[in-house]
């Protein structure tokens, strides 16, 4: 039972290149959510989803795409980096309703130059 | 609005107790979670307080007054590896649309000194 897991762990990119962050859960969570934690920040609230084919914007939603297309994964998408989303990216994921501890990955670390 | 507080930084020597404070201001209260993250890793699950009181769990609690908006998780036996940051969330009940979403704190950065 790996819980949930990251790809990648690490990436550099250059200002407007593309890249998809994958996570899997195998906990049989309902809910999935991708976060980014900066310095001073705190963890914000990119999308999340509440069920495969469901996804909804969370707080700071522009400039990501995401995708639920399977229950156990969650895709987080960045069409054309900008070195603003320079981040440690968080997923998470919880059982569902009455159930909302949240347990998360361990983290891909993104530096857009 | 929605805000939550926490102290930026303590510090507690080997073998002590701490105490670390949480005040949140939400529009509706649907539960306190406390995690702990230590430096460049994942936030992990401590415990979660939706009733007024105590929780223990070995050498840790965790205390919640709805009325007082306050919450505190306190550790006793502190040792090296508690050196972490220790993050406050609290669900807000608002719509339905944001139930399943968690306001957090900045997080409390703890360093534990021999």
């Known amino acids: 039972n790996a819980g949930v897991t990251q790809t990648p762990k690490f990436r550099v990119l250059k200002t407007g290149q593309s890249m998809t962050l994958l996570c899997a859960q195998d906990?049989?969570?309902?809910?999935m959510y991708w976060y980014r934690q900066d310095p001073g920040m705190g963890l914000r609230l990119i999308h999340y989803?509440?069920?495969?084919?469901?996804?909804a914007k969370g707080e700071v939603p522009d400039g990501y795409n995401v995708s639920r297309l399977k229950k156990q994964n969650f895709l987080l998408g960045l069409e054309s980096a900008a070195p603003s989303q320079t981040s440690v990216y968080f997923c998470?994921?919880?059982?569902?309703?009455?159930?909302?501890?949240?347990?998360f990955g361990p983290g891909t670390r993104l530096l857009v130059l | 609005g929605q805000n939550i507080d926490q102290p930026t930084e303590m510090t507690a020597t080997e073998g002590a107790i701490v105490q670390i404070n949480c005040t949140y201001q939400?529009?509706?209260?649907?539960?306190l979670f406390w995690y702990q993250q230590h430096a460049g890793e994942a936030p992990t699950f401590l415990s979660y307080?939706?009733l007024d009181g105590l929780e223990e769990k070995g050498r840790f609690s965790s205390f919640l007054s709805r009325s007082k908006g306050y919450s505190y998780l306190l550790k006793k036996e502190l040792q090296m590896k508690d050196s972490a940051s220790y993050l406050c969330?609290?669900?807000?009940?608002?719509?339905?649309?944001?139930?399943?979403?968690?306001?957090w704190g900045l997080g409390t950065s703890l360093a534990v000194n021999p």
């Open positions: 969330a609290v669900r807000d009940k608002g719509n339905a649309g944001n139930n399943r979403k968690l306001i």
């Open positions: 307080n939706v």
């Open positions: 939400t529009s509706g209260f649907n539960g």
């Open positions: 998470a994921s919880s059982r569902g309703p009455g159930e909302e501890t949240q347990y």
């Open positions: 906990m049989n969570h309902e809910y």
């Open positions: 989803s509440v069920g495969e084919g469901t996804t």
